[in-house]
């Protein structure tokens, strides 16, 4: 990386240090960083998307992009339906496309209705699809897992720690007696699960600051060799 | 002096090492005598491709009667190596190899729908032998996977139960599901931003709607939505995806016109800031500092941003009900919020809130998984301490 006053080290610079100014209190520097960040972003996202999802998977594969350029990209399902008279299964996206058209008849009142269609359409799938896939790689995978003779201290802890763990997420009964024993030996071993999951997370963080401090005094200002 | 007597000893004990060594080394040896005879070995037999039988396709088995030289005695006998190409006679490229006394080898590389041939050869270091191209053979996926019977057979007992636990919830039978602590407080928090006439933030988590903790936080969303249109208290839905934002909105109208108010709603509520996880962090902060909330809710699916979020909230005073199932954001909630809904009681809490049948009839026919699992640990546990049967293996998906 370029080191030194340069152009882009200045704003990289004046911009993280407006980000960090919010940890004295909210001021114009903050928002006016915010408002780039924010805006930004939302811009980049949005070109992001047309170029990976919208331009690849839809246009290029149906072959609309094709229509109106001489480029040299692979022929869609419109080329391969003209020149080899068979339909592609790439004509599934069109399927795709006019959901996503769908969702454009928000913005017409009476139309408005329409666009829950592709809205029940994702929430379905996606629930469909990960039923099963969830079941296997957060039950079963855990199952196999628990099932562990009780030949060390470790195995030990992983049992009870599963076991007590289940029954404080066992909503049909409430945490009384035996229940209530077991379900708050669960949450000590969430806490503490938690605890050291924090601590590890604090000391990411940390270098992450570090890094941007680096930035600022070795990079930028070279201060430091 | 300690040093030197130390030095004696070692040398003394390396010496017998090597000589209790040198004793292993020669009897190996006298066991499986070289065979100065041998040469090229003969080439494996009767060699069989097949698609792999109930399976999600892209594999193919290879099987083989062993090379007769593929003995014990035999040093110099590595093992087979498997070859495959697309044309029967050339472009043969080493796939993956087998040890000596194996007759098997399964292909998990194929494209489904390619014929591929295979040979076969027997490896002894320089020396190799072939067998015959087999083929053509073609990966296929099948309707069943056998390898996921197991998986079936549980999902199935899952999704009978969550049936007839909804259908008994359609019927007005009372399922009991036990208090959740975080949920009382919603109420609470809807009130208290009620009396101080300031806002509530519902914060939906960074994800898209493809993920299931979004759809759990967008269902928690129409609850608070319904007492908010009831209290007539300011609601603003930051969100970070566009699909969340429909679907928020969606639910958010929904609920004042079932509360009858209608004329409350507008699609302002509900707004776009950016998908970037930064950007939203930084733009929600923003907001947080400026419009002084009483309440704020985060439900759904966070990463490295929770705690940015959370601390905001702290600082300004409001009152913090989260609800995620990211194990390593949670602990960033349970620090910095009042409330914490940790994984499972995020999907359970819409259930709680709602009463709606359905989703009652879900968390019971889950229970009720879970009990089943509570039992099979019980008795795996059992089986395998004592050493009488692998019962783990039962639970293995392929």
């Known amino acids: 990386m370029e080191t030194g006053f340069t152009l882009s080290n200045t704003i990289a610079a004046i911009l993280t240090i407006g980000i960090i100014s919010f940890l004295w209190k909210d001021n114009p520097l903050y928002k006016l960083c915010e408002s780039l960040f924010v805006g930004v972003s939302a811009g980049y996202w949005f070109v992001s998307l047309y170029y990976q999802n919208l331009l690849p998977k839809l246009f290029d594969t149906l072959g609309l992009t094709q229509l109106f350029t001489s480029a040299d990209i692979e022929p869609g399902a419109i080329q391969i339906l003209i020149n080899e008279g068979r339909v592609d299964n790439s004509f599934l996206y069109l399927i795709a496309g006019i959901l996503g058209a769908l969702m454009l008849t928000r913005l017409i009142p009476n139309l408005g209705w329409i666009s829950r269609w592709p809205l029940a359409f994702i929430v379905g799938t996606t629930s469909g699809l990960y039923f099963t ?21 470790g195995n030990v802890v992983i049992v009870i720690g599963t076991v007590c763990g289940l029954v404080y997420f066992y909503f ?23 605890g050291a999951s924090f601590g590890y997370t604090v000391m990411s963080r940390m270098s992450l600051l570090i890094g941007r401090f680096d930035f600022i005094f070795s990079t930028w200002l070279g201060l430091t060799g | 002096m300690l040093n030197r007597t130390g030095g004696i000893v070692f040398t003394t004990l390396a010496i017998i090492a090597c000589c209790v060594m040198s004793d292993f080394v020669y009897a190996d040896n006298s066991a499986v005598p070289e065979d100065p005879s041998f040469g090229v070995p003969a080439p494996p037999s009767n060699v069989r491709v097949e698609d792999v039988p109930g399976d999600a396709g892209g594999a193919v088995r290879v099987r083989w ?42 292909d998990n590389s194929t494209t489904d729908g390619v014929e591929y041939y295979y040979i076969v050869r027997a490896d002894a270091g320089s020396m190799i032998s072939e067998s015959p191209p ?33 259908n008994q919830a359609k019927r007005g039978k009372e399922l009991y599901v036990r208090k959740i602590a975080g949920l009382d407080a919603v109420d609470e928090a809807v009130g ?10 519902f914060i939906p988590g960074t994800q898209d709607m493809n993920n299931v903790q979004t759809i759990a936080g967008v269902t928690i969303l129409g609850r608070v939505a319904r007492l908010t249109a009831q209290y007539e208290t300011p609601l603003d839905v930051p969100v970070s995806r566009s699909m969340v934002m429909v679907t928020a909105r ?34 929600v902060d923003g907001l947080v500092v400026r419009e002084e909330p009483a309440t704020i809710f985060y439900m759904g ?14 600082s300004v005073g409001a009152i913090q009900i989260a609800g995620t199932a990211m194990p390593a954001q949670l602990p960033f909630f349970v620090a910095a919020c009042d409330y914490t809904l940790i994984g499972e009681e995020l999907f359970a809490a819409s259930a709680y809130l709602s009463k709606e049948p ?17 039992v099979a640990i019980a008795i795996g546990v059992i089986l395998e301490t004592a050493g009488w049967f692998d019962f783990s293996r039962l639970f293995t998906v392929q």
């Open chain 1, 133 to 153: 896939t969830y079941f296997q790689s957060n039950a079963m995978a855990q199952l196999r897992s628990t099932i562990l003779p009780l030949d060390s201290i």
């Open chain 2, 250 to 283: 969606e639910v958010v109208k929904e609920a004042y016109l079932n509360i009858g108010r209608p004329d409350a709603y507008n699609d302002d509520m509900v707004h776009y800031l950016t998908d970037d996880q930064f950007g939203y962090a930084a733009g």
């Open chain 2, 301 to 314: 699916a966070f990463y490295a941003e929770s705690l940015i979020l959370a601390e905001t909230g702290n």
């Open chain 2, 134 to 166: 087999r083929g053509p053979v073609k990966s296929s996926q099948q309707w069943f996977n056998i390898g996921r019977l197991n998986s079936f057979i549980a999902l199935l007992i899952l999704s009978t139960a969550i049936i007839l636990y909804i």
């Open chain 2, 358 to 374: 359905k989703l009652l009839g879900s968390l019971k026919g889950q229970d009720l998984g879970k009990l089943i699992i509570l």
């Open chain 2, 65 to 106: 009667n062993l090379s007769p030289d593929d003995v014990d005695r035999n040093t110099k006998f590595e093992g087979y190596q498997i070859l495959r190409s697309t044309q029967i006679d050339n472009n043969f490229e080493i796939i993956g190899t087998s040890p000596p006394g194996q007759d098997l080898f399964t």
């Open chain 2, 192 to 201: 208290r931003a009620t009396e101080m006439g300031r806002k509530i933030f």
């Open chain 1, 172 to 194: 049909s009964k409430e945490h009384k007696g035996v229940m209530g024993g077991a379900a708050r030996v669960g949450v000590w071993f969430l806490m503490i699960t938690f």
